[in-house]
């Protein structure tokens, strides 16, 4: 049963649980961490390890994509980013970091960068790019744009359509234009689409019904419990989304649904809580800006940091020493926190709780304190 | 049923929970921001904004109740503050500031010059010169000079009066003088009262039964925790006073009393959150020091923090940066944590959750963490 | 019931609870602080105020006792303290000082100057000194020590003993000498004794029952915590006692037992929170360190601090600013937080929630966060 | 009955908790701490006191371990450290600290240092010469090394073998070769073995039943939460693994199989307080980085630190000033936070709580907060 308290008279409140709040029980023989297998597969694609970037320009330009390809993981590109609207995408970064570094608005700069129009043409030259390099093309839209945009990307080639905002739902409603229906949306695109974020049980359950490959748990690294008053608590929602999984898995007589985290993860060890509380991938924000591979190499910011009134998310400045992406994801490590070699870190914490994949890890014990 | 705890043996303590511990669940259809309706009625005035500002000298001089009201909210001026004391308002606040800067004891700079006594015919001029502007004009008196303050106060042309202090009752008992019974004071005036601040159910019925149009939960953003031990737990206690509300309204057949909030809001999510509690506006204080229109731009002191012998709430420099209040409560942001665009986030909350109006939202789902 | 959590397989611990987690919830008629009374009345001794310090010579020297008595509260000395010790106790305290000023080891030097023998015809100047001005006579013995100086401080003029260790309990067994029966021992002293700390139920019970006119919870403000890993919940160990008190005076068909709070209270909300707990006073250590009157005014050690092998409680300069003792309990306050004007802080706490003396504040609601 | 919460729907997790949540409570006759006995009996080898060193080279190198032998304690190497590697022990921790000092990644220094082969002449050289001196021989190898370095080390002279990981379990499962099944491999060895570190009940007993004479709780001081997601709940471990201590008697007919605490062990609250929960003995890693016979004295890293790929534990500087291993031990002490005198804090923190020997003192009174 759900644990709910009584916050004032006669307002309930649900008890949920963060990452942090969790931790992962090793109970069973421990095994190599050689052995562990990561794969991940989703629709006719499979992933050596279970990983996307938060699509944000300050990690995924073409060159971080092919080489997130590279290393067994999946690269999205932001269709309304500076990826979409500047030629040269090394100058418009260039100009948010030295806002940055100068003690200027970096928010204002990259708000100002975002102002320029969407170029169609450029976007699907570089969807191109990405497809003629075989790395697997993964685009992202917002629900707002998806209708005006999804058909062009799709046909430069995109074979994975991210929609995605900070929190969507399966269908949108404003008074002064049509609302948009993922399910009828979805249906009519040709390729999968994964879907997010959403943060409780009953709009996961909607978006799975809309067709999606997967949904997104959680709304990047953002601050949207100050600025909403909205925060997803990420260990409660991935294991109410795993729990909708499986019904959705009944109710259809088996059709699976992808969850993937993508909010408060930035170590290895929180990739680990996030498989086993249900989640099958995860999207990388933060801990990548430590990639000499990401556009703005140490530098971060989400996509909704951008929004034109109202930005979520800073432009920080993370990491001052960086390293490969390989090193970030497999190592080897000189970092002692899980902020290098995540997918070693995963891989030792399957290990030593006995579990050789992703699927049978969901079901490890789990604590909190 | 209540929660309650035995800290001791034969010793109960309800448990109560902060803004900060709850967070708003979106569970609905989301919405398109625009289609929001943010607006506040209470008794013959129409906000566009449920927002009023904490009575302070540091924010409410006439250009800010101005402005206020240019951006749909209401101004409120602390009768009892420097505005009805010192002719030149201005030369006031900045002895404060310059004494805080210069790292001097500004607390006892504004204990000094809120030993001048109150000049009617000053506070008269500026009542005036607000109602003029066409500015709804609000005016705070304390429980204490309420009967001697009042009538001059509501002649001048004051349409909203608040009777507010950190803590009061519908009762004061004092042995050397006459009690002041809420009740028949209320009774007296020709002008709608909001009276608080309160922080349990059982006051808060009593103050709806004094007549009041509105009552406000919480004592500002003060130090009455380590001062009197007293901390009023935000998300309880407008929760109890929702209800309570509800029940006042079943005893009178229909009277409905505003619950005003005014404690630990900080951000665009923590307003979100007062009303998803159950408030139906919010008063500011620390957030709108950050307006060029504040009378101590960037500096912020309550009004509390001026008590001759025991002052409570620092005078403090909050923000090295200010915008206008415009920007503020309106936006567009570029801080991205909610400190700007205070309504835009409200809305923004909101039509995520799937509301269009504040009534509805405070219905919407909660977690605690 | 109390409340149990299984902390392990088959082992299980109560939740207890810090004055930090509770809070003072105002729910009656509002009063004037003005018609509080917070006399405290203890076997033959009235005190206008429920304040002793806590025994250390970084507060009590003969002056600060002095001016403890014209404030209306408790000065104790402490017997083992260099009071006793050394003839010129202004040069020790400023050994002490000019150690931590320096750079250098504090604890070492208090720990050293503590090596020097107590000298009884010093202590007895002393304590006369006290006598001869008035004021009541409060000196501190350790339970270790209680039998040895106890005769000869008593014969001095004392008129209020404190036996007060860390954690005491009725009976002190060593293998290698006469164990300590407190009852005996109390029995045969013609003063009323204090005892403690305590930090649990049944201790305080059996505390009660040796004759003492009260008892004391907790430790002082000391690091028992990270030392020995036992921490006073001081909530709960207050409410446990309070209980006790109630028990134990059905027990004796009437005998009352003043329940004195020392540990963890550092602001006049702390006090009010102690006393609404079921205190009947508190001892004051940290927040008299401002005191101009202090011995050591601005730093602070607590007795257990000189320990020869295993002092706890660090030697620091806690204020820079002082102001008088007055100032300290009875304002007006400068200070925001509760450090100042304490007693006024405590008064107000009472009225506004309703009531005007402090037995019957020990009731007043509260909550936990 | 076990504690749980559903952290999602259909998903739960046991609460738990860490030392840092649980307090001593003193309920009976207080004792002198002179009447304390900390012997720590295990096969046939008897300490003075119940401590063991967590086995890194930072502390560990021979002339260390003579002198936690003279101060009553064992003292264990790391036959998998830089003591088997390198001819110069001295010279190669000197390279690490100046790696720190310089601002370089010390990580990488103490990679490549460990990259040099185990010299098992040298290692036998250093543990003939601990034997020479009359010390308890203990040696640490890990799980994955210890059926190639177990007969060497046992051959040259090591009465205890403590086979410890990061976290282990009773069978090794790798598919490129034979599990390692510690009951034949314990079996086999002519020496007490002591085998961790564990987490969990389930692991805890199995453990047990390989015939291991002691198991440790815990993975010493490390990042394991961050990097991998498992943070051993000590409180609850160490209690989980007592309880399960007494099953495995009855169901053996009363063997005895030591618990030993080795995580989240600062000072000497900590050490009272993994007694309290259970533990026959502990392991200090970061405390004893303070002794000026620590191999790298003032600095401190774990084993696990070294590792090729994966390194957990930082190399950190933890002291300036440092003091011998005797007063860091047994006193006197001039430090107040239970820094110093670890085993008079332990002493003392029996003696309040009335009793005088550890077996005893396993079942004080808990509190949590």
Redo the contacts between chains.
Sequence with gaps: ???Y??????????????LD????????????S??VDTTWNIDAYSFDIPVANHPTDALAGVEFVKEMHAQGGLGVINAEGLIGRHEDLDAAVRKVIEAKTAGG?A??VL?ELHAAPIDLGLLTERIQEIRDSGATVAVRVS?QRARELAPDVVKAGTELLFIQG????????????DPINLKEFIGSLEVPVIAGGV?????AMHLMRTGAAGIIIGGGFN?????????T?M??????A???R?EYMDETGGRYVHVIADGDI????????AI???ADAVMLGYPLAAAEEAAAAGYYWQSS?AH???????VEQLFEEKVSLEVLLK????????GH?II??LS??MA???YTDLKSFQKV?????
Excluded at 199 to 203: L, P, Q, R, V, W
Excluded at 223 to 231: D, K, N, R, T, Y
Excluded at 266 to 273: E, F, I, M, Q
Excluded at 365 to 369: H, K
């Design positions: 049963m759900r644990d308290v009584e916050i004032g008279m006669g307002r309930e409140a649900r008890r949920t649980w963060q709040d969790v931790s992962i029980v090793p109970s069973r023989r421990t095994r190599s050689k052995d608005n928010t204002k708000q629900p900070t929190i969507i739902s399966a269908e949108h409603v404003a008074s002064d234009g943060s409780d049980a009953s709009t601050s949207s419990g100050p600025a909403l008053g909205i925060e608590p260990a409660t929602a991935i294991a109410d795993a729990a909708v499986r930035y170590t290895s060890g929180h990739v680990a809580k086993a509380c249900g940091a034109p009134r109202f930005p979520r998310g800073e190592g080897p490590a000189t970092d002692p926190w899980g070699n070693g870190g030792r914490a030593k709780c006995g014990d789990l604590t909190v304190n």
